[in-house]
């Protein structure tokens, strides 16, 4: 899935609230990563990290990530997840039951 080279200041912000997240909770001290990182190698995060991380995603946001939602393209990395933050919230709305 192809991301924006420049986000925008709303998804800037989505992002930025995730690495705060990763950093804070998932990632070894002193490892950086990217917007665009794959999140899902293996070698950033864990599958157990995955699920605290839509956990994250989820009440952060304010929305209900559904299984269906649940797949790789919609978490492989920060900017991806932002961009499905951002679509579900202009869809639907936070605290809504889906995307």
Do not use: K
């Amino acid at each position: 899935m192809a991301t924006d080279a420049h986000p925008t200041p709303e998804t800037s912000e989505i992002e930025g609230r995730i690495v705060e997240f990763l950093h804070r909770e998932l990632l070894e001290p002193g490892v950086t990563i990217g917007r665009d990182a794959d999140l899902l190698s293996g070698e950033v995060i864990d599958s157990i990290g995955i699920l605290r991380l839509a956990t994250f995603v989820g009440e952060e946001f304010r929305i209900v990530i559904q299984p269906a939602d649940f797949v790789v393209e919609n978490f492989r990395s920060v900017a991806v997840i932002a961009g499905y933050v951002v679509r579900a919230l202009a869809a639907h709305g936070p605290g809504d039951t889906r995307p």
